[in-house]
């Protein structure tokens, strides 16, 4: 249920254990949208159900309990969970309807369908090409029900592309081909987007494509930025990030090349835009014109790889190091060099392994516990096709990193390792590709325990 609440857009954080006296099994409290919602798990659909029925249809009562809410009450069952909602946030109520369906007792509410962008946000910056808009609704239920009789709080979405979101009461809200378009999901990419400022716009219509009887629209504005073209060979360490602490033992080096085609041609002739990559390990790379850029043995290793493992890399600070060479192994004019400076540690704490999964543009946690000082490995299951990524940092402002994951492609899936901070407190991860919504808190405790959120257990 918690992946299927953040794939709706909420923010969902699992906290504490409730009771309430008229239900007959323990309960667990989830934050969405910091608002508090109780959720009641039981052995079998039939026991819920049993529950269930004993809710009078307004919530004033269970059973033979009299109950007086502080607000107003929402029940929801879906299988073999009850939940219940007690507050007035029509964010809350929409997007547990979104999910549970209609609630079953307590007091109706209207909601309003809303519609907002997530992405791009109103202001960016992004690359010329593709521009993929995703957003948030609730109140409303999305089908693919195009062009069929109209039903009351469904239908679907238009997007659009620089064009104003037609709103005539009856008319279809359709502009110039290749303006919109007309979908049931709640992404869609703009291909090839030119250079320029750019308005995109997303509307909630009805099955037959007319505006609702209140127009539903969002719309942001973003600068489209084109790229400028790059001859000359790059290269990037991308991880392990400066300032990482990582445990004793094989140290992974994972680079990003640009314009530079790496070859298993080494010491045959040279050829423009091809080569190889030497690795370095605490040895300055040499960059003498014509001379060979290696260092003494078991400091450097050649290679046409990506990667390159250094083993039984001891404890203290380390100086990691690429270059991008010929086929001969001499230095490009002019060099191309990366490097990183990390420290390796002895782990002091426990080891903790911790399964995260990105899927619906969203992280399956919000919220990982590890003890201070623990030698931490993120399983990391990318189960989109689009770039996600796992990324620490001290705050929320993501200017000083902790550990910077490698970037994938999914479905895939990566191990990363470091060692939590030493210091207790909450930290904020995210990925770095959608770095305004995947977010969490990585909680860091003195007392040796973690309490790593299990969405195995039926939320």
Known sequence: MISDLRAAGATVVPDEEISQPFFSVEGKIIKINNENVQVFEYASIEAAGADAAEVSPDGSSVGTTMVSWMSAPHFYKSGRLIVLYVGTDETVTGVLGEVLGKQ????????????????????????????????QVSGFELVSKL????????????????????????????????????????????????????????????NDHTPLATPVVAQVTINVEALAPVTSPTLRILTPAGGTTLPAGPVAVTIVVG????????????????????????????????????????????????????????????????????????????????????NVAIPTGQSITINLNAQYT???????????????????????????????????????PIFVGETIVGPR???????????????????????????????????GDSDVPDDGDGY
């Open 147 to 206: 062009g069929q009789p109209n039903t009351v709080g469904e239908g679907h979405v238009h997007y659009y592309l620089d064009a104003k979101p037609p709103v005539t009461p009856g008319q279809p809200a359709v502009t110039a081909a290749g303006t919109y378009a007309a979908s049931a999901e709640r992404s869609h990419t703009w291909q090839n987007v030119a250079p320029g400022s750019h308005t995109l716009a997303a509307q909630l219509v009805n």
């Open 104 to 135: 079953f007792a307590g007091r109706m509410v209207i909601v309003s369908p809303l519609v907002s962008i997530l992405e791009p946000a109103d202001g960016a910056t992004v690359p010329a090409g593709n521009v993929r808009v995703s957003i």
């Open 413 to 447: 899936t990566v191990s990363y390792q470091f060692i939590a901070p030493s210091t207790p407190g909450t930290y904020f991860f995210r990925c770095d590709v959608h770095p305004t919504f995947m977010t969490g808190s990585l909680i860091v405790t003195a007392d």
């Open 259 to 342: 314009n530079f085609s790496p070859v298993s041609k080494l010491g045959q002739p040279n050829a423009a835009g091809e080569g190889h990559v030497h690795y370095y390990l605490d040895a300055e790379p040499p960059v003498t014109p014509g001379q060979p850029a290696v260092t003494a043995p078991g400091t450097y290793a050649a290679s046409a790889e990506r990667s390159h493992t250094w083993q039984n890399v001891t404890p203290g600070s380390h100086t990691l190091a690429a270059q991008l060479v010929n086929n001969d192994h001499t230095p490009l004019e002019p060099p191309v060099v990366a490097e990183v400076t990390i």
């Open 362 to 400: 969203a992280f399956d946690k919000g919220t990982i516990s590890v003890p201070a000082g623990a030698n931490v490995t993120i399983v990391f299951n990318n189960q989109e096709i689009i770039p996600h990524s796992f990324s620490l940092y001290q705050d929320s402002t993501a200017t000083s």
